[in-house]
C-alpha cells in the first residue's frame, strides 16, 4: 500500500475495534453526604450514601454518556463494598475487576454542604481497599481491551500505590493504550494538613510534586485545576507551571478552571493562558461544587475518546460540570446523554438548574435501576378481600403473604420478569423476605377508601418514604374523584409525586374502572388530568380495556406528557381466569403495555381454602403457580415479549403538536 504508514492503520484498528472505552483505576469510596444545606458537618442529622473517588465518579459520569468503561479498584469484603460494586453494575460499569479485600475496609468520606464555596470533608482511609490495588488484580490483556486508561494522582502517597500505577501505565504503552493522568491533588492525602481538612486544595509540597512527575513522560492527557498544575509544575504561576509540566511530556494538558471553564494547551505553552484553546463556561447558580472536576472530566472524555476537536471537548466538559453543580452528591448527579444533550440544544439559558423540574424529570427518569422490560406482577397488596375469611388455627393473612412471596422468589429464579407487590400491614413480613432478591417490588401506600386519596396512618407520604428501600416502587390506587374532593385530591398527588422524585423512587398509579367505552374514555381523561398536574409516573396500573381505538388514546396520552413513562401494567380488576387471559392476550401487542398486575383473580379461590386449612402449602404453590403461567402463556400468545427502555420512544408515538 504505496503511501499509506500500515503500522498506523493497524493501531487505529485495534484502538476501534476493542471492546471498552475507558478504564479508570484508583480511589473507589463511599460518599456519605450530609442532607441539610447551610449546616456544620457536626449540625448534620441525616445522611445520603453514593459513590465517591474520582476514578470511580469517572466511571459514572463516561458510562452515563455512553462509553463502554470498566474499573480497576479494590473495594472492602463489606457492606460498602458490596453496595459500590452492585451501584456501578447498575450504572453498566464493567466490575470484572473491581476486587473485594476481606483484610481491608472501603474507605469512607462525610461531607456536608456549608454554602456554596465550604463543602467540610472527612476521609477515612488508613489502610482502605483501594490503597492496596496491586498488579496482580488486573491483566496486561485487560488494560490493552480499552482505548484508554485513567489514573489518578491521590495513589501517588505510599511506595506500592505508586508501583501500581507504574505497573499499570507500563501494560498500557505496550498495548498501545492511551494513558490519562487526572492529578487530583488533595493536601490531607499526603499529611499536610489536619484530618479535618478534606477540603483544603492546595499546600505546597516539593514531596507532592516529584512524585507527581514520576510518570508524567509516559502520559497522553494531563487534567488538572490550577492548584493541581501548580504542584505538578512546582510553581504557583500558572505558566510557569504549564512550562515545566511540558518540559516532562508532550501530552496535551487541560486546565480546568470552574466556572470559568477550561483551556487546552495541545503543544506549546503561549505566554498567556487565554492564547491556549479556551473553552467558556456556562453561567448556573451552583447549589454543591465538589464533583464539579469530575464531572467536566467526564464530559470532556465524552468527546476526547471519540476524536472530537478540542472545541467540543470542551463544550461537553464544561456543560456536564454545570450540571453537576447544581445537584447533590458527585456520582449521582452526572448527566446522562439525553440531559447533556438537551442543555446544550435548549438548556444554556437556564441558570437556575436546580429549579428546572423538566431537567429534574429528564434525569431521575434516565438514571432509574434497570428493571425488566416485561413485568408478570404478582398483586397480593389487597386487604380488605381476606379479612372477613374463616381463617384456621395457626394460618393468618400475614402467613398467606408470606407464602405468596415464597412461591415468587422461587418463580424469580427461573423468570427475572416475575415480580411482587405487597401492603405494608398483612405484607411486610412478605416484603420483608423478599428484599431486594426480585427485580420488580412494589409498595401500596394509600388508604383504602374513596377520594380525597389519603395515605396510610394519614400521615405524609414523605413520612413513609423516609423509611422504605429506595428500589420500592410506590404503588398508588387513585380513587374516582369529584368537584368537592378534586382540589385536595390533587394536592395530595403533587405531594407523592414529589416525594418520590425527593427519595429518587419510582411510582405507580393505578386506575380502576370498568371494561366499558365510556370507561376506557374516562382513564384516558384522568390520565391526562394527572399529568398536567405536572405528576409523571414511572408506570400505569390500568385495566385491560377491550376498545383498541382507546388504547391508541391512552397512549398518546401517556407519552405526550410522560414520554418517560416505562409504560403500562394491566390489571385483573376480579374477572375470572379465563376472561383475563383472553383480554391480556388481545392487549399484550400493545407498544406501551409491558406486562400485568394480577392478585385476586390469581389467588382469591386457593387463599380462601388455604386460610381455611383445606389446602396445604404445596398445593396452594402449584395452583398459584399454574394460574400465573397461563396468563404468562395468554401474554406471549400475541407477541408481548419485546423490550424497551422507555416505552413511548419503543412505540414510536410521539408528542402531539402544542398550540
Known amino acids: 500500500m504505496h503511501g499509506i504508514d500500515t503500522n498506523h492503520c493497524v493501531e487505529i484498528f485495534m484502538i476501534h475495534s476493542r471492546p471498552l472505552d475507558l478504564i479508570t483505576m484508583g480511589r473507589t469510596i463511599v460518599d456519605v453526604y450530609g442532607d441539610q444545606v447551610g449546616a456544620r458537618l457536626e449540625d448534620v442529622s441525616s445522611f445520603s450514601r453514593y459513590v465517591g473517588g474520582c476514578p470511580a465518579n469517572i466511571a459514572i459520569g463516561t458510562a452515563r454518556l455512553g462509553l463502554r468503561v470498566g474499573l480497576i479498584t479494590r473495594v472492602g469484603d463489606d457492606h460498602n463494598g458490596r453496595f459500590l460494586r452492585e451501584s456501578l453494575e447498575r450504572e453498566g460499569v464493567d466490575t470484572r475487576h473491581v476486587v473485594p479485600d476481606s483484610q481491608r475496609l472501603t474507605a469512607v468520606a462525610f461531607l456536608g454542604i456549608r454554602n456554596k464555596d465550604s463543602f467540610p470533608l472527612l476521609h477515612y482511609r488508613e489502610n482502605c481497599a483501594d490503597m492496596a490495588i496491586a498488579p496482580g488484580d488486573y491483566t496486561e490483556e485487560y488494560i490493552g481491551s480499552a482505548h484508554a486508561l485513567l489514573v489518578s494522582g491521590s495513589h501517588l502517597t505510599t511506595d506500592a500505590a505508586t508501583a501500581n500505577i507504574g505497573s499499570a501505565v507500563e501494560r498500557a504503552k505496550a498495548r498501545g493504550t492511551k494513558v490519562i493522568f487526572d492529578i487530583d491533588y488533595r493536601p490531607v492525602f499526603w499529611g499536610l494538613v489536619s484530618r479535618d481538612g478534606g477540603e483544603s486544595r492546595y499546600v505546597d509540597s516539593s514531596r507532592a510534586t516529584e512524585a507527581t512527575r514520576r510518570f508524567m513522560s509516559r502520559f497522553d492527557l494531563v487534567v488538572g485545576t490550577e492548584e493541581e498544575i501548580h504542584i505538578a509544575g512546582g510553581d504557583i504561576d500558572t505558566i510557569k507551571a504549564l512550562k515545566a509540566i511540558r518540559r516532562l511530556t508532550a501530552a496535551p494538558i487541560v486546565l480546568k478552571r470552574g466556572a470559568a471553564g477550561c483551556v487546552v494547551f495541545p503543544g506549546d505553552i503561549p505566554s498567556r493562558v487565554e492564547d491556549g484553546v479556551v473553552g467558556p463556561g456556562f453561567p448556573v447558580e451552583v447549589f454543591n461544587v465538589v464533583g464539579a472536576g469530575d464531572g467536566f472530566l467526564s464530559g470532556f472524555l465524552s468527546g476526547w475518546l471519540r476524536d472530537m476537536p478540542w ?144 395515605f396510610q396512618d394519614d400521615l405524609p407520604a414523605a413520612v413513609h418514604l423516609a423509611h422504605w428501600p429506595r428500589h420500592h ?184 403538536e402544542r398550540a
Not at 576 to 589: D, M, N, R, Y
Request: hydrophobic share 40%; aromatic share 6%.
Open 473 to 656: 416502587i410506590v404503588k398508588c390506587l387513585v380513587p374516582l374523584d369529584d368537584e368537592e374532593s378534586r382540589t385536595l385530591q390533587e394536592e395530595r398527588l403533587r405531594e407523592l409525586y414529589a416525594a418520590t422524585s425527593m427519595y429518587g423512587m419510582e411510582l405507580l398509579l393505578e386506575l380502576v374502572h370498568p371494561d366499558t367505552v365510556q370507561d376506557a374514555r374516562a382513564a384516558e381523561r384522568r390520565i391526562r388530568s394527572i399529568q398536567a398536574l405536572g405528576v409523571k409516573p414511572d408506570w400505569w396500573k390500568l385495566p385491560a380495556f377491550s376498545d383498541t381505538s382507546a388504547w391508541d388514546a391512552i397512549e398518546q396520552a401517556i407519552c405526550n406528557d410522560n414520554p418517560m413513562c416505562r409504560g403500562i401494567l394491566l390489571l385483573g380488576g376480579g374477572r375470572s381466569p379465563e376472561e383475563l387471559a383472553k383480554a391480556i392476550a388481545a392487549t399484550s401487542g400493545r407498544p406501551l403495555v409491558r406486562g400485568f398486575a394480577v392478585g385476586r383473580t390469581l389467588f382469591m379461590a386457593p387463599a380462601t381454602a388455604w386460610l381455611a386449612g383445606k389446602m396445604e402449602d404445596d398445593a396452594f404453590e402449584q395452583s398459584l403457580v399454574a394460574g400465573f403461567e397461563a396468563l404468562v402463556a395468554a401474554w406471549n400468545s400475541n407477541g408481548g415479549e419485546g423490550e424497551a427502555r422507555h416505552a413511548c420512544a419503543a412505540a414510536g408515538i410521539v408528542q402531539e
Open 311 to 454: 472545541a467540543e471537548c470542551c463544550r461537553r466538559g464544561n456543560a456536564t460540570g454545570a450540571l453537576v453543580v447544581s445537584r447533590h452528591g458527585c456520582s449521582p448527579a452526572s448527566p446522562t446523554t439525553q440531559e447533556l444533550d438537551w442543555f446544550l440544544r435548549e438548556g444554556q439559558n437556564d441558570h437556575a438548574l436546580h429549579r428546572s423540574e423538566y431537567l429534574a424529570y429528564l434525569h431521575r427518569t434516565t438514571t432509574r435501576r434497570p428493571r425488566p422490560s416485561t413485568v408478570f406482577v404478582m398483586a397480593a397488596d389487597h386487604v380488605a378481600p381476606f379479612e372477613g375469611l374463616p381463617c384456621a388455627q395457626g394460618r393468618s393473612i400475614a402467613g398467606l403473604k408470606r407464602l405468596v412471596a415464597e412461591v415468587a422468589l422461587r418463580m424469580a429464579r427461573q423468570r427475572p420478569e416475575v415480580g411482587v407487590l405487597f401492603d405494608d400491614e398483612a405484607g411486610e413480613d412478605a416484603l420483608h423476605r423478599i428484599g431486594a432478591d426480585i427485580a420488580w417490588v412494589g409498595r401500596k401506600i394509600e388508604r383504602t377508601g374513596p377520594a380525597p386519596l389519603r
